[in-house]
Nanobody
Framework: QVQLVESGGGLVQPGGSLRLSCAAS????????MGWYRQAPGKQRDLVAT???????NYADSVKGRFTISRDNTNNTVYLQMNSLKPDDTAVYFC???????????WGQGTQVTVSS
């Protein structure tokens, strides 16, 4: 089984920064494309960014130029560096893992990010 545990959320002022972490266990980490998703109150869960085992990245238009996804395959951890945060970034952020070839999906428990002045 795959377990994903997010951390690093919190309260930050507009224009500030946060770094989210997602630690994976019970998996061959490099076989998974990792992603960050977010869900704001009353809204659907939307893609924020993804990164393949080889380091290819993809970002939602709303976060391009502000957020950076990265991964450490040795430590089985994926990160989301969030800069220039806006109130609209307020959401619960979820870590996601998708195994290559089989498309098995796994989710973390989520971590709250609140951007407010």
């Amino acid at each position: 089984q795959v377990q994903l545990v997010e951390s690093g959320g919190g309260l930050v002022q507009p224009g500030g920064s946060l770094r989210l972490s997602c630690a994976a266990s019970g998996t061959i980490f490099s076989l998974y494309t990792m992603g960050w998703y977010r869900q704001a109150p009353g809204k659907q869960r939307d893609l924020v960014a993804t990164i393949t085992g080889a380091g290819r990245t993809n970002y939602a238009d709303s976060v391009k130029g502000r957020f950076t996804i990265s991964r450490d395959n040795t430590n089985n951890t994926v990160y989301l560096q969030m800069n220039s945060l806006k109130p609209d970034d307020t959401a619960v952020y979820f870590c996601n893992a998708r195994r290559r070839f089989t498309d098995d999906l796994y989710w973390g428990q989520g971590t709250q990010v609140t951007v407010s002045s």
